[in-house]
C-alpha cells in the first residue's frame, strides 16, 4: 500500500462516466484525508483546475504533506523565454497558495507533445531550472497517448510520467519503452487502474457505451472467479505486482471506498491470460467516451 497517492478529482465534484449522484462535502473529504494520514500516507494528485478540491484540502491541518500536480502549457506564457519562467512560477505558487501544501514533489505537463515543438524545447529548458531552483522536486509528462513517448523521453528525459494502466490497458508493457525507462531511471505512476471505475461494475450494469465489449468484460469477470478476488482486489492487485510500476494513483468518491482499498488481500500470484484483453484504443482511452 506504500505505492498509493490518492487522487483528487473526486474532491472537486462528480467524476468520471460512473460518477454518483452524491456531492462529496468537505467534512467527507476530511475523512478521506484522516484514513489516509492513519495509513501514514501524505501524497496527493491534484491540478490547478481541480478547483473545489484544492479547497477542502486547504481547509484541512497539513504536515509535511506532498503533491503531484499538473500543469497545462495553454495556460503559459510563451512569449519570451523568461516569461515563460514566470508563469510556470506563478502556477507553482498559486497551487501552493489554493492547497496550502508547501512541498511541490512531482509537477506533471499536460499535453506533453509539445514538448516536441519549438515552444516545447524551451518549455523543457525552464522545467529544468525550474526543478534547480527547488520551486519544485521533480518534473515529468502525464500522458494519454503512447504515441510520441519513446521519442519525448529519449529527447526530453523526465523525472517520471504518469500514465493509465490497467487490466485492459497494458500499453506501458511495451518491452522498448520498459528499457528506456529503467535504463533512463524514470520513474512511473499508474493511474485510471479501475479504468475510472467501469472494471469495478458487472457487466450487466455497464452503460450501454461498453457492451460492444461485452466478451472482455465477462473475462474479467471470470478472471475474479478464478483468483478467488473481488474486481477491487484483482485490479489494484494486478497493478501492485508489477514492479515497473513506482507509485499507484487511486480516486475515491467517499471515505467507504478508500477503506476497501485499505483493506484488499494483497496477493502476489494472479493467474492472468493477457491473450484474453486486447481492446481497442476507444475501450481503455477515456477522451474517447
Known amino acids: 500500500m506504500k505505492k498509493i497517492i490518492l487522487g483528487t478529482a473526486q474532491f472537486s ?104 515543438t519549438p515552444k516545447g524545447k524551451i518549455l523543457f529548458k525552464v522545467l529544468k531550472k525550474i526543478k534547480k531552483n527547488k520551486l519544485i522536486i521533480n518534473f515529468g509528462y502525464s500522458i494519454y497517448s503512447f504515441k510520441n513517448l519513446e521519442k519525448i523521453i529519449i529527447n526530453f528525459r523526465p523525472d517520471l510520467i504518469q500514465c493509465p494502466y490497467n487490466i485492459f490497458d497494458r500499453r506501458i508493457e511495451n518491452i522498448k519503452i520498459k528499457n528506456i525507462l529503467k535504463k533512463k531511471k524514470i520513474k512511473v505512476q499508474a493511474r485510471s487502474i479501475f479504468l475510472q471505475g467501469i472494471l469495478l461494475k458487472k457487466t450487466n ?16 469477470e471470470n478472471l475474479t472467479k478464478i483468483n478467488k478476488l473481488s474486481p477491487l482486489s484483482l485490479c489494484f492487485n494486478f497493478v501492485n505486482n508489477n514492479k515497473d510500476i513506482d507509485e499507484i494513483v487511486i480516486g475515491v468518491q467517499n471515505n467507504k471506498e478508500l477503506k476497501e482499498i485499505f483493506d484488499i488481500k494483497l496477493k502476489r500470484k494472479i493467474s492472468i491470460r493477457k491473450e484474453l484483453f486486447k481492446p481497442s484504443l476507444k475501450l481503455i482511452d477515456p477522451t474517447k467516451w
Open 13 to 116: 465534484g462528480n467524476y468520471g462516466i460512473t460518477k454518483k449522484d452524491d456531492y462529496l462535502s468537505q467534512n467527507e473529504a476530511h475523512k478521506i484525508l484522516k484514513t489516509l494520514l492513519a495509513k501514514k500516507l501524505r501524497h496527493l494528485d491534484t491540478s490547478i483546475d481541480y478547483k473545489n478540491s484544492l479547497k477542502k484540502i486547504k481547509s484541512f491541518n497539513f504536515n509535511n504533506w506532498q503533491i503531484t500536480t499538473k500543469m497545462d502549457p495553454k495556460n503559459l506564457d510563451f512569449s519570451s523565454e523568461h516569461n515563460l519562467y514566470l508563469s510556470v512560477e506563478n502556477q507553482i505558487k498559486l497551487i501552493k497558495k489554493q492547497s496550502s501544501i508547501k512541498t511541490i514533489k512531482n509537477l506533471l505537463l499536460r499535453n506533453s507533445n509539445i514538448i516536441l
Open 205 to 220: 450494469q455497464l452503460p450501454k457505451f461498453f457492451l460492444k465489449w461485452k466478451n472482455l468484460f465477462l473475462n474479467f
